[in-house]
């Protein structure tokens, strides 16, 4: 009886030893993933959200400027619009 649990023991240990032992693979595994994407992503020219974000403010804001221009400049040009008058 007694060898029998001892061999149930070492059984159990090695099977535990094997699952932490796949355990430690998978993360490492995850981890040399992890950065190969990053890698991948990086070689790319793609811009992280806060750059889209500064760049999409610069638009709407020159927008906002180009159309108040416009306005100042109707205004401007309104008065030397006049209907010319018609020669007989």
């Known amino acids: 009886m007694q060898s029998q649990n001892r061999f149930f023991d070492d059984l159990v240990k090695m099977v535990n030893g094997a699952a932490g032992t796949m355990a430690g693979m998978g993360r490492e595994a995850e981890g040399q993933m992890r950065e190969k994407v990053r ?3 990086g070689g790319m ?3 992280s959200r806060e750059e889209f974000e500064a760049v999409k403010a610069m638009a709407i804001a020159a927008r906002e400027e180009n159309e108040a221009l ?3 400049l109707d205004a401007l040009e309104k008065p030397a619009r006049k ?3 018609k020669k007989k």
């Open 83 to 85: 209907p010319a008058a």
């Open 70 to 72: 416009k306005a100042k």
């Open 45 to 47: 020219d793609f811009v």
């Open 39 to 41: 890698e991948w992503v």
